[in-house]
């Protein structure tokens, strides 16, 4: 059922301050630049002086190794380290680490997948995914997944090749039945960039079955395009996946499923091309007008009605999904990275917004209700004005949700980069900070952090550094946030 604008603008009204109000308490004041809000009575409670615990973890204690700045009690252990550790077959562990999910594993392990993003020819890298034997899409593809074995100690075990040859292997998401969904995100079709096969596809990836991997199909009822990250709604059945991409600014799409069929390991490989139907968002504000960018929000409490449009070509054989649309027709974002699925909802990540955008703005965080089809802005970095200096976060990139409360995200900015926390309410802690230097001494340079996500139990947080490919796992003191 389609959720106009007047249906929407006539829901605000009936409920009044009940919609302005959902995740308002939102102020990131601890960002320098950000889009502030008053803080509430919630927000003092926790605040030190006020009864409640403070804030975070405390300060970000230097590392002697020049690896990871960490608060005081936590510690971090390098899993995997492109160029040191290798795979069960001999190869390096491959470089360019990103998305990354967690699994229960055998005897109290953990697996993880971890996906490589790797785009171009092989020649073009040092360490690319191993072609395993009928584990690959496309011979000529650079990316692909691994699967990395800890101990319940927390100890690297054994690390195998999930699927080779596909190309950029930029986040994804895990899925309720157990699996991982790694996300292409390129368009390169057949004959360009040296690729023998169309790319920009969804592949499903199964942790526990290697031979499930076997023959790698892309999952094309879900599209081609620029794949950043998808969620499962485990209840009704859709899958929503973000897009990375410009000229024009990408979409986030929703894949409804067709009549009868039902999730499960393998299943989405059994569709045909074009089976259910894939949406792009149409929005609307509170006073029914259309709403062209999410840009536009400028404050955290900002609610938009969805509509969904149907996509005219999910292959793309002609023309760019994103450009298959008029102004008008959709609404478009900037930068669409991580996604999570929980509180019965999507959190979704824009990562910033420049002059392609209405807005400037360097990074949100929305949360999709498919129940009441509604878009809430939780959480806004305003633009940062000097991002090599320590303190304020930009361009958020990889999302999870934190088992003690609120969200921890990756940082993909400018400058010094940062794993932070956000509260309910909005406000942010930094948790980590990327303290290897891949630049020189009078022009520093830092790799974004990717794949953060917590082991089934919660007592540990995974995240990588992209370059040159190191897995972290790291522990310590965690308490609830609020």
């Known amino acids: 059922m389609s959720l106009s604008r007047r249906d929407f603008a006539k829901r605000s009204a009936y409920t009044g301050a009940g919609v302005a109000l ?4 939102g102020v990131l004041a601890t960002a320098p630049g950000a889009l502030a809000a ?65 699994f229960e594993g055998p005897r109290g392990a953990t697996l993880l997948v971890n996906n490589h993003e790797l785009g171009g020819p092989r020649s073009k890298w040092p360490h ?36 080779a040859g596909t190309a950029t292997n930029c986040a994804g998401g895990r899925t309720p039945w157990g699996t991982w969904l790694t996300c292409e995100e390129t368009e390169d079709k057949a004959g360009r960039n040296g690729m023998t096969k169309d790319h920009g596809y969804v592949f499903e990836v199964d942790p526990h079955d290697r031979k499930a991997n076997r023959d790698p199909k892309p999952i094309k009822a879900l599209g081609r395009y620029a794949h950043e990250a998808v969620v499962v709604d485990p209840g009704r059945g859709h899958l929503y996946l ?23 390991r393998g299943k989405l490989r059994t569709l045909a091309d074009d089976a259910g139907v894939l949406q792009a968002p149409k929005c609307y504000d509170s006073g029914g007008n259309f709403v062209d960018d999410l840009s ?39 930068k669409l990275e991580g996604m999570w699925w929980a509180d019965g909802g999507a959190y979704i990540v824009s990562s910033f ?9 360097d990074g949100q965080v929305w949360f999709y ?37 609120g969200l921890v995200i ?64 790291i522990t310590g003191p965690w308490r609830r946030q609020r």
């Open 369 to 405: 209700d498919p129940k009441r089809r509604t878009l809430t802005l939780k959480v806004l970095l305003g633009v940062n004005p000097d991002p090599s200096k320590d303190g304020a976060f930009d361009g958020p990139d990889n999302i999870t949700v934190s088992a003690y409360g």
């Open 353 to 361: 917004a420049r002059e392609e955008s209405p807005v400037q703005h």
């Open 242 to 264: 973000t897009e990375d991409a410009s000229g024009p600014n990408g979409l986030l799409y929703r894949w409804v499923p067709p009549q009868g069929f039902e999730h499960g």
């Open 38 to 102: 008053e803080a509430t009575e919630a927000d003092a409670a926790g605040r030190p002086g006020h009864g409640g615990p403070s804030l975070g973890y405390g300060p970000l204690i230097a590392d002697p190794k020049g690896i990871l700045a960490l608060p005081k009690g936590f510690s971090y252990k390098i899993i995997t380290r492109t160029g040191e550790t290798k795979l069960e077959s001999g190869e390096s562990t491959p470089s360019n680490h990103d998305g990354t999910a967690t």
């Open 296 to 334: 536009r929000a400028t404050r955290t409490g900002t609610v938009y009605g969805v509509d969904w449009v149907p996509v005219p070509d999910r292959d793309a054989k002609s023309v760019s999904v994103r450009k298959q649309f008029a102004d008008g027709q959709i609404t478009r974002a900037r």
């Open 22 to 25: 959902v995740g308002s308490a």
């Open 410 to 473: 990756a940082e993909d900015g400018e400058g010094i980069q940062h794993l932070f926390g956000a509260t309910e309410d909005g406000r942010t802690y930094p948790i980590a900070r990327n303290e290897l230097n891949i630049g020189t001494a009078e022009e520093p340079e830092f790799s974004e952090f990717t794949g953060v996500v917590f082991s089934p139990d919660g007592s540990t947080l995974f995240a990588n550094i992209q370059v040159p490919g190191i897995m972290l796992a």
């Open 128 to 163: 690319p995914v191993p072609l395993a034997d009928g584990l690959v899409y496309d011979p000529a593809a650079s990316g692909g997944c691994t699967v990395v074995e800890v101990s319940k100690h927390g100890d690297h075990v054994t690390e195998w090749v999930g699927i």
